[in-house]
């Protein structure tokens, strides 16, 4: 299974603002950006003055920045774009929707996890059912009505025990409903584009791959 291995903090920093991506540690005074907001690198201080930034170039780094946000690797991107443009609909607003629906995504969004790519490793480490079904696919795309829910092996785990508790004050979409006493959860629909709160121009990523 692929996946980036590499500090995350220097993608926040290549893209030039926070993408979140370690969770509740980016709203502390711990957080890189914070500290260093220039590209990473060597030349990482020059190159935000000196950089000249082409269609392309805009394009590009806007599908990088999904790519990072969501946590998938660039032949597994390109396969939602094509998901995307075969549903009926704006093409980018079903990428986005396609990404939004990932079960890692869904758990992150439900509070059992801070960040996706804390969700994705207890998705693989298989504390996640889904309709009653142990899940341990991160990328499994979730349909309306489907339940999330932990494991009744894994209530027990002190981890949960702690997340059941902040769960209560960690905002959930509207698409989404949350049981905090029975650890579960429902899609209950899925995501409109106004639902989705992700900083992208979904529009850039379509011309990119239409060029």
């Not at 290549?14 to 979140?20: A, I, T």
């Not at 660039?74 to 075969?86: C, I, T």
């Not at 758990?107 to 207890?122: E, I």
Request: charged share 30%; glycine share 8%; with cysteine.
């Amino acid at each position: 299974m692929a996946r980036h291995t590499g500090p995350v903090c220097k993608l926040c920093r290549r893209e030039g603002e926070k993408l979140f991506l370690k969770g509740d540690r980016c709203f502390t005074a711990k957080c890189a950006f914070e500290k260093r907001s220039y590209p990473p690198g060597m030349h990482g201080r020059r190159a935000r003055f000196r950089r000249k930034t082409t269609d392309f170039g805009t394009q590009l780094r806007e599908k990088q920045k999904a790519r990072r946000i969501y946590g998938v690797m660039e032949r597994q991107f390109r396969r939602y774009f094509r998901l995307a443009e075969r549903r009926k609909g704006v093409t980018g607003a079903n990428l986005l929707q396609a990404l939004e629906s990932r079960l890692d995504n869904v758990v992150h969004r439900l509070g059992f996890a801070s960040s996706r790519a804390q969700a994705r490793q207890l998705v693989r480490h298989g504390h996640f059912e889904v309709n009653g079904t142990k899940t341990n696919v991160p990328s499994y795309l979730v349909k309306p009505g489907e339940q999330i829910s932990v494991r009744a092996r894994s209530k027990t785990n002190g981890y949960f025990q702690a997340v059941a508790q902040e769960m209560e004050h960690r905002f959930v979409p509207e698409w989404l409903s949350v049981d905090v006493n029975s650890l579960s959860g429902r899609v209950l629909a899925l995501p409109t584009r106004e639902e989705i709160e992700a900083p992208l121009n979904e529009q850039l990523i379509t011309e990119y791959y239409s060029r």
